[in-house]
């Protein structure tokens, strides 16, 4: 088998995947003949498929250096697909070794204690004295972006995400996008990407919108995040290069540490903190009905609610190994990652169907970030950019990042 033979073999076992997980394949892009094809196999059937596919992988020749990155990745790829293959057949593995099988990656072990200057810094910003959730709360109850201007600030803030990123990435005049407003769902946004350069882009309206989530959704779900990075693969790798393994993106798999990792570093990239602030209290805050003279103040506290990310992945970890049950989960949640009770209790819903997944955005974006901004080398926000198009226009998984990063570092 050559690389193209195993490629496509690839991206008939995700699809056959799918059979057993609808939501696994999250975009497909290829030949619909191919998914029309798609039979029910048993589980044990794919994973001898993805084994066999594996060993063939490991088999072939070592390639010229421009091709060695698509190869690794492909095998990474492939590896984790036999994970999740074996995971739907009932094998349990802890936290840390799920995601290393299936994101190639694993979080730092935080506990408590990594958290409690965090929470500190933030009793000192926020009014009144106490519970930290609940004067969090309180605070943001400010910043929540009425229903009836909801689609007039998302709107805005796309738009702008999208023309801040036409000006560092070429992206083709027919790309276009549309933005639908949804409940019910365990996710705050989420893009359906349809082929042909077109998004689906969905807002979940269950809780009020805060106004800091309005670019920071637009620039992830669309410009220069998932929408952007699913119309290059689209376009460069599938369409001119014939690299097939990338006319389908399986969840649960490296793709997604990148996807979510350089969507949220793809924020700060769009909007650096000054020309942000600037925007939102130009046009947002005023547009969401919301006093601009509010803003500084908020994006403190909300640079200092960032670093609690990893609060989620600690709770994660504890409550999917077995250590913490439901409630524990949701106070632990409460205490450290600072989310309302409702808000919480939809965090740990998330957490129980995508489990591990949770580390792509934060592991993801700070990997991406560190990525990014050595190879730049201080370019400055240009290079930022450049250095970014690169990265998805030819995808990385976690350990290569960290692989160039360390050589790099060396040089
Ligand atoms: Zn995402």
């Not at 619909?32 to 048993?42: I, L």
């Not at 490991?58 to 091709?67: D, F, G, T, V, Y």
């Not at 990123?165 to 893009?191: C, G, M």
Request: proline share 4%.
């Amino acid at each position: 088998m050559t690389l193209n033979d195993i490629a496509v073999a690839y991206v008939k076992l995700v699809l056959a995947v799918g059979q057993h997980d609808n939501g696994y394949v999250d975009a497909y892009y290829g030949p619909a003949e191919w998914q029309a094809e798609t039979a029910k196999h048993s589980l044990a059937a794919l994973l001898q498929e993805a084994d066999r596919l594996l060993q063939q992988c490991r088999q072939l020749p070592s390639p010229a250096p421009q091709l060695a990155v698509r190869q690794d990745f492909l095998q990474l790829q492939l590896s984790s697909v036999r994970s999740y293959i074996a995971h739907l057949a009932g094998e349990h593995l802890t936290f840390n070794a799920e995601s290393a099988a299936l994101y190639d990656a694993v979080s730092p072990t935080l506990t408590p204690a990594d958290f409690d200057l965090i929470l500190a810094e933030l009793d000192q910003l926020l009014p009144g004295q106490g519970d930290l959730n609940t004067r969090l709360t309180a605070y943001h109850r400010d910043f929540e972006i009425p229903v009836d201007r909801l689609d007039a600030v998302f709107t805005a803030a796309i738009n702008e995400a999208r023309a801040r990123t036409r000006q560092h990435i070429e992206l083709p005049p027919e790309e276009d996008f549309r933005v639908e407003y949804v409940k019910d769902q365990v996710w705050s946004a989420y893009n359906w990407y349809k082929g042909n350069c077109y998004s689906l882009i969905q807002v979940n309206t269950d809780f009020p919108m805060y106004i800091s989530r309005a670019i920071d959704l637009a620039s992830h779900e669309g410009y220069p995040g998932h929408h952007v990075f699913n119309l290059l693969i689209e376009k460069r790798l599938v369409n001119d290069y014939g690299w097939m393994e990338y006319c389908v993106y399986p969840l649960y798999s490296p793709m997604s540490f990148l996807a979510e990792g350089s969507a949220n570093y793809g924020i700060e990239v769009a909007f650096p903190h000054a020309q942000r602030l600037v925007f939102e209290k130009e046009i947002l805050f005023p547009l969401a009905g919301i006093a601009p003279e509010k803003a500084e103040r908020y994006y403190q506290v909300q640079a200092v609610l960032q670093k609690l990310s990893y609060a989620g992945n600690m709770v994660a970890q504890r409550y999917l190994d077995g250590e913490i049950d439901h409630a524990a989960a949701v106070a632990m949640l409460m205490k450290y990652a600072l989310s309302d009770e409702a808000r919480s209790t939809q965090r740990l819903r998330f957490i129980e169907r995508h489990r591990s997944y949770v580390i792509n955005y934060n592991l993801g974006q700070d990997t991406v970030q560190t990525y990014v901004e050595q190879l730049a080398d201080n370019g400055g926000n240009e290079a930022r950019w450049n250095v970014l198009r690169n990265l998805l226009e030819h995808p990385l998984s976690a350990s290569m990042m960290q692989q160039r990063i360390a050589a790099q570092a060396q040089e």
